[in-house]
């Protein structure tokens, strides 16, 4: 299965699109949230964060949403790609777009899921500081990385 090095720059009406595509992303590596938090990051994701980030995805041949990133100056804040997707390089390709784009140099990540920390971690970020809850105060430890230099 080959896919085009295009990246998409998704519009407002693609923010159903890519709210499934995380929530199949979230439910496929995050199995250590409750449903109802799921939901409540789910109208988040919706109402205010993919309308606070800069955004781009990668689509199939079909022209549908496979995986998307969000990043605010030099941070990456949000990488999911659908699980159907997964493993065929589409989160290195999102995330060098990030760095060479956008400048990240840093992320957060779920301490909980060590598919992402690994993934991170290959591709030049370590961890530089942990934070006992995540963004909204639940106990789901957060790792800030960073990129590191000369990379």
Known sequence: MTHPSVIYL???QDFAELTRVWEASVRATHD???DDYIALLRHLLETQYLGAVNLFCTRDS?????GFAGTTPGKLEMLFIHPDFRGIGLGKKLLDYAIEHFQITELDVNEQNPQALGFYQR???????RAEVD?????YPMLRMRLKAGL
Not at 135 to 139: A, D, M, N, S, T
């Open 62 to 66: 079909h022209l549908r949403i496979t």
């Open 32 to 34: 250590f949230l409750p």
């Open 123 to 129: 591709q030049g970020f370590e961890e530089v500081g």
């Open 10 to 12: 998704p519009r407002q």
């Open 135 to 139: 963004g909204l105060g639940r106990p």
